[in-house]
């Protein structure tokens, strides 16, 4: 934190930021520095950082800048309930596809958001990036393979989704993140 300090004092850098600390490790870092975002996974279907980081963030204005907003491409709605991973491909490690009750209950809740996907006239990426961006102090990465995609993900910020609607998507994605045991990691390596 001195050496970033010294770094934003200089004008080197406008902002310090962090990845993967726990609400703990933040409070140990700020008694050093101001932090101005975290980077953790976050997703409608992974959601970890809603117990202690977020209201963290929140209490102390930390912008909350997520990855993994798809969930490794789940939230496209593409990969269906027989999708096998090419060999070498890390999302196979991946718990919301490797293990069989959690890639079912994904199954469940892609049926699920698929109406309302519809009804929003968007993709199911676009619906659940507007979920997400939708949540306090968060902003998304989203990786794109081309550039139609990084487009298509650039429109999710046109999808308008009222109290209702976002209580309903986050209830949806409940029926993955629920059942989930309280690992931060959402990759077994």
């Not at 991973?85 to 718990?95: I, S, T």
């Not at 081309?146 to 046109?158: G, L, P, R, S, Y």
């Not at 109290?163 to 990691?185: F, K, S």
């Given at each position: ?43 409608l279907f992974w959601r970890k950082i809603e117990k202690a980081e977020m209201p963290y963030c929140i209490e102390n204005n930390i912008s909350i800048i997520a990855y993994s907003s798809l969930a490794q491409g789940l939230l496209t709605g593409k990969f269906g309930p027989d999708h096998k991973f090419a060999e ?102």
């Amino acid at each position: 934190m001195n050496a970033l300090n010294k770094l934003k004092e200089q004008g080197k850098i406008r902002a310090i930021g962090i990845s993967n600390f726990s609400s703990e490790q933040m409070a140990e870092a700020a008694q050093y520095g101001q932090i101005d975002s975290l980077q953790p996974p976050y997703s409608l279907f992974w959601r970890k950082i809603e117990k202690a980081e977020m209201p963290y963030c929140i209490e102390n204005n930390i912008s909350i800048i997520a990855y993994s907003s798809l969930a490794q491409g789940l939230l496209t709605g593409k990969f269906g309930p027989d999708h096998k991973f090419a060999e070498g491909d890390h999302r196979a490690k991946n718990r919301l596809f490797y293990i069989k009750e959690n890639y079912e209950r994904v199954q469940t809740a892609l049926e699920k958001l698929r109406p309302i996907a519809e009804a929003k006239q968007c993709t199911m990426a676009q619906l659940a990036i507007a979920w997400l961006i939708a949540q306090p102090q968060t902003n998304a990465i989203v990786g794109a393979r081309n550039a139609e995609q990084a487009t298509a993900n650039a429109k999710a910020a046109d999808v308008k989704l009222s109290q209702d609607e976002l209580a309903e998507i986050d209830g949806i994605g409940r029926i993955v993140t629920d059942p989930l045991d309280d690992r931060p990691v959402m990759w077994d390596f």
